[in-house]
């Protein structure tokens, strides 16, 4: 069974006759299911709580917000979660999944290539594509017991390295594990632009500490001190043929 | 040196920036890249690259390793070692084969051993 989650943004009069397109193209294509339309008295907390069901799919219809929450509350749910991006902007998230357009994304639901997919945790919140930070001093441990210390600006970026057995590549050894990568300026004091130095190390969990806010997936901001692991498997999604 | 299936290894390369400190035991079976300062142990199977800026206090096991900064500590290798010339080590090197750049500093015992196959993590 399909319920479609419109986002609010669908409301608005600019989205009829593309969601009109969209409903038509799910109906020839025989994917016709239950349409909820959130607004400030439809939560998507409750929505999905009252819609989700064993074995049922839920199909995401806006932009990288809305999925970055949905994903927040279907976490670790034996639920099959599909996309369609509305709109031109802010659907980086879809786009990662191979997702590029409305139209594209119904066919990908009718082929219905699911993957299991890691989530990265930061605190209470998740993230699909990355979890970033910009920083001028930060402290980050990581499971493996290093510390690492930045006393330079630096760009944090943390990423789920996911199995992609769902694609018959080989599975690599990092799969459930997060990749972190610093990216620091540093002043030169014989060049007149700064150099750049790069740190990368995978670990399962990492404790981030700093005078700093990380932004996950573009959408949600979290202050310090921020604690990142990796929910195994935690999103079936259906996925494109070409999945960034 | 750097090749990613060495050993049939898949692990990634874990690099250490200039500007960043580490404290801790790195264990790993891919190889480590460092340019910044590191203080612990460094175990790996992989190739150890300490560049020119590095600064690395640690007892040190590894694969082959090229040294251009400075290293305080022991360091015992399975394969070859090569130090550049601005290299500095204060600790004994245990390794297959040693190429010192002129201009290189060492402060301990060389031993060299015959091809060993030993596993650095054992």
Same mark, same amino acid.
């Given at each position: 069974?399909?319920?479609?989650?419109?986002?609010?943004?669908?409301?608005?009069?600019?989205?009829?006759?593309?969601?009109?397109?969209?409903?038509?193209?799910?109906?020839?294509?025989?994917?016709?299911?239950?349409?909820?339309?959130?607004?400030?008295?439809?939560?998507?907390?409750?929505?999905?709580?009252?819609?989700?069901?064993?074995?049922?799919?839920?199909?995401?219809?806006?932009?990288?917000?809305?999925?970055?929450?949905?994903?927040?509350?279907?976490?670790?749910?034996?639920?099959?979660?599909?996309?369609?991006?509305?709109?031109?902007?802010?659907?980086?998230?879809?786009?990662?999944?191979?997702?590029?357009?409305?139209?594209?994304?119904?066919?990908?639901?009718?082929?219905?290539?699911?993957?299991?997919?890691?989530?990265?945790?930061?605190?209470?919140?998740?993230?699909?594509?990355?979890? *970033? @930070?910009? $920083? /001028? +001093?930060?402290? #980050?441990?990581?499971?493996?017991?290093? %510390? &690492?210390?930045?006393?330079?600006?630096?760009?944090?970026?943390?990423?789920?390295?996911?199995?992609?057995?769902?694609?018959?590549?080989?599975?690599?050894?990092?799969?459930?594990?997060?990749?972190?990568?610093?990216?620091?300026?540093?002043?030169?004091?014989?060049?007149?632009?700064?150099?750049?130095?790069?740190? *990368? @190390?995978? $670990? /399962? +969990?990492?404790? #981030?500490?700093?005078?700093?806010?990380? %932004? &996950?997936?573009?959408?949600?901001?979290?202050?310090?001190?921020?604690?990142?692991?990796?929910?195994?498997?935690?999103?079936?999604?259906?996925?494109?043929?070409?999945?960034? | 040196?750097?090749?990613?299936?060495?050993?049939?290894?898949?692990?990634?390369?874990?690099?250490?920036?200039?500007?960043?400190?580490?404290?801790?035991?790195?264990?790993?079976?891919?190889?480590?890249?460092?340019?910044?300062?590191?203080?612990?142990?460094?175990?790996?199977?992989?190739?150890?690259?300490?560049?020119?800026?590095?600064?690395?206090?640690?007892?040190?096991?590894?694969?082959?390793?090229?040294?251009?900064?400075?290293?305080?500590?022991?360091?015992?290798?399975?394969?070859?070692?090569?130090?550049?010339?601005?290299?500095?080590?204060?600790?004994?090197?245990?390794?297959?084969?040693?190429?010192?750049?002129?201009?290189?500093?060492?402060?301990?015992?060389?031993?060299?051993?015959?091809?060993?196959?030993?596993?650095?993590?054992?």
């Amino acid at each position: 069974m399909y319920v479609y989650i419109y986002d609010q943004i669908i409301n608005s009069k600019n989205y009829q006759s593309l969601t009109a397109k969209i409903e038509t193209r799910l109906t020839d294509l025989g994917l016709n299911g239950k349409i909820v339309r959130l607004n400030p008295m439809h939560n998507l907390e409750r929505t999905i709580k009252d819609e989700v069901k064993s074995n049922c799919t839920i199909v995401l219809v806006g932009n990288d917000s809305l999925i970055n929450s949905a994903f927040g509350i279907l976490k670790g749910l034996d639920v099959t979660i599909g996309i369609i991006p509305i709109g031109k902007n802010g659907n980086n998230l879809a786009r990662t999944y191979g997702i590029n357009s409305e139209m594209e994304a119904c066919n990908i639901l009718a082929a219905r290539k699911i993957a299991h997919l890691d989530l990265g945790v930061a605190n209470n919140s998740v993230f699909l594509n990355h979890l *970033s @930070i910009k $920083s /001028s +001093k930060s402290f #980050i441990e990581s499971a493996d017991n290093l %510390t &690492l210390e930045t006393n330079s600006p630096s760009i944090i970026t943390i990423k789920c390295l996911s199995s992609t057995e769902d694609y018959g590549a080989s599975i690599s050894n990092d799969s459930h594990r997060l990749q972190l990568t610093i990216n620091s300026s540093i002043k030169n004091h014989y060049l007149s632009k700064p150099t750049t130095s790069t740190t *990368s @190390i995978i $670990s /399962s +969990k990492f404790l #981030i500490n700093g005078n700093f806010s990380a %932004t &996950l997936d573009d959408c949600i901001t979290l202050s310090a001190p921020i604690t990142v692991s990796v929910l195994k498997n935690g999103a079936k999604i259906i996925i494109g043929r070409y999945r960034l | 040196m750097f090749s990613r299936d060495e050993k049939g290894s898949k692990e990634s390369d874990t690099i250490i920036g200039r500007s960043v400190k580490v404290k801790g035991d790195f264990l790993g079976e891919g190889n480590l890249i460092i340019d910044g300062e590191f203080e612990g142990t460094i175990t790996t199977l992989g190739s150890l690259f300490f560049g020119e800026k590095s600064h690395i206090t640690a007892q040190i096991s590894g694969g082959n390793a090229k040294i251009l900064g400075k290293v305080n500590g022991d360091i015992k290798l399975s394969g070859s070692i090569d130090l550049g010339k601005n290299a500095e080590v204060v600790g004994n090197i245990s390794a297959t084969s040693i190429s010192i750049e002129h201009g290189a500093i060492i402060n301990g015992h060389i031993i060299i051993t015959k091809g060993s196959t030993e596993n650095p993590r054992a």
